[in-house]
């Protein structure tokens, strides 16, 4: 059965739904018992600090295990944007960087959401155009964060980026209707 003209999504045998649901399962227990250990002290980790990435990670893992069973563009795009995101947790644990400087990951999220759809999505130009809006534009965001430039340089940039990508788009749009005339 197709779906928006992205993706086919391809039916799941029963076999195929339960091992699924069990690899989630096992991946959330997984992430459960990490988190038990880290409140107890067991492992020497703030429970509250790894809840995060750990269950980000869990979750993303299990999507993306499930949508490369049912070669799933949409799960895969959503699996790519939640473990970029336990991602950002993930390094703001582990590294002296902080939210204020990893935030350009989570607007680039949709974007790595892209790449990883990219492999099973029907049609690939879209997710090639999404993924390069979503990454330059946490480029850009990534100018502020990292202090090599201010708002007001950063506020002109983005300026510049959208009216470049709204003009394209007008492009676009105008070729194809002129193409549809002729």
């Known amino acids: 059965?197709?779906?928006?003209?992205?993706?086919?999504?391809?039916?799941?045998?029963?076999?195929?739904?339960?091992?699924?649901?069990?690899?989630?399962?096992?991946?959330?227990?997984?992430?459960?018992?990490?988190?038990?250990?880290?409140?107890?002290?067991?492992?020497?980790?703030?429970?509250?600090?790894?809840?995060?990435?750990?269950?980000?990670?869990?979750?993303?893992?299990?999507?993306?295990?499930?949508?490369?069973?049912?070669?799933?563009?949409?799960?895969?795009?959503?699996?790519?944007?939640?473990?970029?995101?336990?991602?950002?947790?993930l390094i703001e644990i582990t590294t002296v960087a902080t939210y204020a400087q990893l935030y350009p990951i989570y607007i680039a999220a949709p974007g790595i959401g892209c790449i990883f759809s990219v492999w099973f999505a029907e049609a690939k130009f879209p997710q090639i155009k999404g993924m390069s809006f979503f990454i330059v534009l946490a480029g850009v965001f990534a100018f502020a964060s990292s202090g090599a430039a201010g708002w007001g340089t950063v506020g002109g940039m983005l300026a510049l980026f959208v009216g470049i990508c709204v003009s394209l788009y007008s492009i676009g749009i105008y070729l194809g209707r002129k193409k549809d005339n002729a």
């Not at 703030?46 to 869990?58: D, E, Q, R, S």
């Not at 949409?74 to 790519?80: C, D, E, H, K, V």
């Open 1 to 89: 059965m197709k779906t928006s003209g992205t993706t086919e999504v391809l039916p799941l045998s029963k076999k195929q739904k339960v091992l699924c649901n069990v690899v989630m399962g096992v991946l959330l227990i997984a992430a459960g018992i990490i988190l038990v250990l880290a409140g107890t002290d067991v492992i020497h980790a703030a429970a509250g600090k790894i809840a995060a990435p750990t269950v980000l990670f869990a979750i993303g893992i299990a999507i993306l295990f499930s949508a490369v069973i049912a070669k799933n563009a949409l799960s895969m795009w959503i699996s790519g944007v939640i473990i970029s995101c336990g991602l950002v947790s």
